[in-house]
């Protein structure tokens, strides 16, 4: 990751450690880390992986929001507020409904209240069955009924309806 005259790119290794933080592949981020020769600019997301390591879900939320209050660069925030989203729906998606977490997560979690964090839970926890819109569910459906009545009808009233069911699902 270095860039024509020989010296590290910086953003090239942010890049790369917030890809990894997002992901949560909490060792290869130490690994990267110990790679880039400890830069001093990768040591704050450095920081979120070890407390991740721990695991330590306080130190963690800390150490993004530090992350996010000392960074100069917008991209960087976009990647610190995204790396902070994914970690507090992996956190909560181990309970099975917003309704069994406990309420002493919510300022660990960088919550300001219990009813901020069951929304939040609500909003990215709905089981996927929920999550995919009527008109895709709905022209899945029919898709496979075309196909049904494709081997029945004939081949050309199937791309017929076919073209009708995109038509009508992309209105």
């Not at 020989?6 to 942010?14: A, E, M, N």
């Not at 890809?19 to 880390?33: P, T």
């Not at 997560?105 to 960088?110: D, E, I």
């Not at 609500?122 to 496979?144: D, S, W």
Request: net charge negative; glycine share 4%; aromatic share 10%.
């Amino acid at each position: 990751m270095e860039v024509a005259g020989g010296s590290p790119d910086l953003d090239l290794y942010i890049i790369h450690m917030a890809g990894l933080l997002y992901h949560q592949d909490w060792m290869a981020a130490r690994h990267l880390f110990r790679r880039s020769g400890e830069m001093n600019e990768l040591e704050p997301w450095f920081e979120v992986a070890k407390a991740a390591l721990k695991p330590d879900l306080a130190a963690v939320w800390k150490s993004l929001e530090q992350l996010h209050s000392t960074t100069s660069h917008s991209f960087v925030q976009t990647y610190v507020n995204e790396i902070s989203h994914a970690f507090r729906v992996a956190c909560l998606r181990n309970f099975d409904s917003s309704k069994n977490i406990p309420a002493f997560l919510a300022p660990v979690l960088g919550f300001s209240t219990v009813e901020e964090m069951t929304n939040f839970a609500r909003e990215n926890m709905l089981p996927i069955r929920n999550q995919i819109p009527h008109v895709v569910a709905a022209g899945f459906l029919q898709r496979h009924l075309t196909a049904n009545i494709a081997v029945t009808s004939g081949a050309e009233k199937n791309d017929e309806m076919f073209l009708d069911i995109l038509n009508a699902s992309s209105s």
